[in-house]
């Protein structure tokens, strides 16, 4: 797998660092696997929390015709 890694590679002071770009370096050119590992489990909390609110709004878009309420 190629991480995607911007011309800059990061630009001066880390002005374009993606977050998972981030991460990437933080657990394999920095060897800081607990940081990284931290990093992971708050992306992937915002991403499911983003995730169950995409879910319960869809119920409100979505017409069923089948369905009686």
Known sequence: MTAPIPPTRG???????FYVLNLYRQAFEFHHMGYASAMAWVLFVIV??????????SRDIVYYEGLKT
């Open 48 to 57: 499911l929390i983003i995730t169950v609110l995409v879910f319960r709004g």
């Open 11 to 17: 630009g001066p002071d880390n002005a374009t660092l």
